[in-house]
């Protein structure tokens, strides 16, 4: 995938004279950023974990390419296929040859999935794909990008989002209620959900040890997705492999946490495909769950970022979007200030690695340096530094 | 939207011809202290680094750029140097925010005679009073940074400066963190005149009716200078009750100030986002930072009042 940096800035541009565009986004942060703070002085549990995760992400990205080929045999342990995908093309074509053509699919949210453009290419080979996270469905009926990591429908009114479902979906709904909109989607997606022949997730970690996946999430379509379809399919980013199950479960408390879910409604912990030996202990897989998990390893950029010891920095990043609510530009400009998924500061970091430096060099010049995003980041992430590395690397190739 | 690479271009242009980030008449960073007879050389030494001096300046070039901007609602990306030929630069070097010259003026004698007050005798470096390449630096112009930085450390050096007695929260920044990265052997201590106010004690006088002020913490103070008590402790010898808006302290909020030149607009939004939150709580919003000052006043509307630190502590409030 590639992406050009003037066409970015233009589209920021639209976004500043787009009213409802800014009042979505001010309405989102402010709530978001309210709810963080009061969760995190209440719990102070919760900022020791954050530290202990720090230490265990660090950890883990010294020793990536290892954790690496641990997570491969774990994974074949329990039955899981595993791939490694060098490349966003080379992910495409696994997953492409393990869907084939005309099947039903159904997603869970996955940043992953957004930045190989994996719907897209999926529907291409004459697949009909559904997202089931709401946030991520509205994106797709709108036929724009994710524009925050975890609720990436942040820059939509109501009745932006009530007004794509109705046209959308073909579904009648009346004035602006979100119960009836939420409910409309519901009854249209279940009916996709129980026939679809395959579901694709991401994942927010990976145990080295055990190869077992975690998941967290509120909507419950996470677990709709990944056990309903005879086959999962789940595309993992490398850096979200850490040694151990434990510390895979700390990973995904602490990235609910930060984007105000806490509890985490619901967290699945999937090592493998269904099985039951009930009969006669003869072991058969397919139970009441998927009968094949397939797991690709995305790097992705990620290892050759390694060498570089400020974007090595930005793989501890467990995605929590704090650090885009936090953000003064981000609350008007959202991932329009980013690359083909990712944006906002963790975003133009992501899209050094994964597409471009130069080019999400060139959009860094739009950040403050005020450093409220290293202030925000669980992981202590130096964020304003990485972003004014990219701008040295943009500067220095013009 | 303008163009950043060529915005950077310009800059670096600039920087390489005249030392400024655009062209400025050199006597206009140190007339200032011409009346206060201020020692040229010293060991304790006032640097300003220009910030203050500039402001008055970059104000009336985010005016400009301001209405280019706005002109095209089409949001292509424009070329900017073509720009500044067609306005002339020379429009730009003559005309700096009039009415701000006077104020960062008085800004500035006022932080020497608060220095004064605490029995702290600084010399100052006029002519060497130069920029110290903050923006440079911020734009990840890392080669041409150093070279500068060199410069500005050799000039401070043959002034015999020990300890840099800095004016704003950039300069502080640069010269203290910053600096040492880039230049070899760099030895000179670096504080800010809050600190060193805050440290020697300083005697204030008493506002009887002092009232009630909110401050506004500068992202580099707080975030990375930790200088965070020393101006609210100062506040309140001086009388004030000094109050906090939502953000502040170490998740202070931006004035948008870093990006003016890039996009007024955008700008202008976050500055605007951040004066309302101040306002809720008190009408007399405190700033510690030129850019700040310049941002948040060029918003407000009304009755709120935007001074510096320095105008409230000597008793210069207007
Ligand atoms: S950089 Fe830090 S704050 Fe931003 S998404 Fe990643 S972990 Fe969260």
């Known amino acids: 995938m590639t992406f050009n940096a003037l066409q970015a800035y233009q589209e920021i541009w639209g976004a500043l004279l787009d009213e409802e565009f800014q009042e979505a986004l001010r309405r989102a942060s402010t709530i978001s950023q309210v709810r963080v703070e009061e969760l995190l002085a209440e719990r102070r549990e919760l900022v020791e974990l954050c530290r202990e995760v720090a230490g265990i992400k660090r950890r883990s990205i010294d020793t990536l390419e290892e954790l690496v080929e641990r997570a491969y045999r774990s994974l074949e342990a329990v039955r899981a296929k595993p791939y490694l995908a060098g490349d966003a093309e080379e992910a495409r074509r696994i997953i492409g040859g393990l869907v084939g053509s005309g099947k039903l699919v159904v997603m869970a949210k996955s940043m992953a999935a957004a930045e190989v453009g994996l719907r897209g290419y999926l529907e291409s080979l004459g697949n009909e794909v559904w997202e089931t996270d709401l946030g991520e469905l509205l994106v797709q009926l709108e036929g724009s990008k994710p524009m925050h990591t975890t609720t990436p429908a942040v820059h939509m009114t109501r009745y932006k989002a009530i007004k794509l479902i109705s046209e959308k979906l073909g579904v009648k709904l009346k004035g602006d209620s979100v119960e009836e909109a939420v409910k409309a989607v519901r009854e249209f997606l279940r009916g996709k959900i129980v026939k679809a022949d395959v579901g694709i997730s991401g994942a927010n970690a990976l145990a080295a040890d055990t190869g077992a996946i975690i998941l967290v999430e509120n909507e419950s379509n996470i677990r709709l997705v990944t056990s309903t379809p005879p086959i999962h399919i789940a595309l993992v980013p490398v850096d979200k492999i850490v040694p151990t199950l434990l510390d895979a479960v700390k990973v995904a408390i602490v990235q609910a946490a930060y984007t105000g879910l806490y509890p985490p409604t619901y967290i699945s912990i999937i090592a493998g495909p269904s099985s039951t030996a009930d009969i006669e202990r003869v072991r058969v897989y397919g139970a009441q769950g998927p009968r094949e998990l397939h797991v690709v390893l995305l790097d992705n950029g990620r290892l050759k970022a390694l060498k570089d010891p400020l974007l090595k920095e930005q793989l501890r990043c467990i995605r929590c979007g704090r650090c885009q609510y936090e953000c003064p530009v981000w609350v008007h400009t959202a991932n329009k200030w980013g690359g083909p998924a990712y944006g906002g500061p963790m975003g133009l970091v992501w899209t050094a690695i994964t597409v471009d430096p130069i080019e999400a060099g060139k959009l860094s010049y739009l950040c403050l340096g005020c450093g409220r995003c290293d202030a925000s980041c669980p992981v202590e992430i130096p964020l304003s530094t990485i972003l004014r590395h990219l701008k040295t690397m943009a500067s220095r190739s013009s | 939207m303008l163009n950043p690479l060529d915005v950077v271009k310009v800059i670096e242009d600039n920087v390489r011809r005249y030392g400024f980030p655009f062209p400025v008449p050199r006597e206009a960073v140190y007339s200032w202290a011409k009346p206060l007879r201020l020692l040229d050389r010293g060991s304790t030494m006032l640097y300003t680094g220009a910030l203050y001096q500039l402001t008055p300046y970059i104000a009336s070039i985010v005016e400009q750029l301001s209405a280019i901007e706005g002109s095209r609602v089409s949001g292509l990306a424009l070329k900017l140097s073509g720009i500044l030929s067609s306005l002339g630069v020379s429009r730009l070097i003559v005309r700096p925010k009039g009415d701000m010259v006077s104020v960062v003026e008085r800004i500035l004698t006022s932080i020497v005679s608060l220095l004064e007050r605490a029995e702290v005798k600084v010399a100052y470096p006029y002519e060497d009073d130069m920029y110290s390449g903050v923006l440079l630096y911020d734009l990840g112009l890392d080669e041409l940074f150093k070279e500068h930085a060199v410069k500005v450390y050799r000039a401070l050096k043959s002034r015999g ?158």
């Open chain 2, 161 to 318: 400066a020990e300890l840099l007695v800095t004016v704003d929260p950039h300069t502080t920044h640069i010269m203290r963190s910053v600096y040492p990265r880039y230049v070899d052997g760099y030895d000179l201590e670096v504080k800010s005149y809050l600190e060193v106010l805050a440290e020697r004690g300083v005697r204030l006088v008493r506002e009887p009716s002092g009232g009630k002020v909110v401050i506004h913490d500068p992202c580099l103070y707080a975030r990375f200078e930790n200088v965070v008590e020393q101006p609210r402790m100062l506040l309140r010898t001086a009388g004030f009750d000094v109050l906090e808006p939502r953000r502040s302290r170490k998740m202070t909020y931006c004035c948008g100030g870093p990006i003016e030149g890039l996009t007024p607009k955008m700008a202008k939004m976050i500055a605007k986002t951040r004066l309302e939150e101040l306002r809720e709580k008190s009408g007399t919003i405190v700033t510690l930072c030129p850019i700040c000052y310049a941002n948040l006043r060029a918003v407000a509307e009304g009755d709120v009042e935007v001074i510096d630190i320095a105008l409230v502590l000597s008793g210069a409030k207007p």
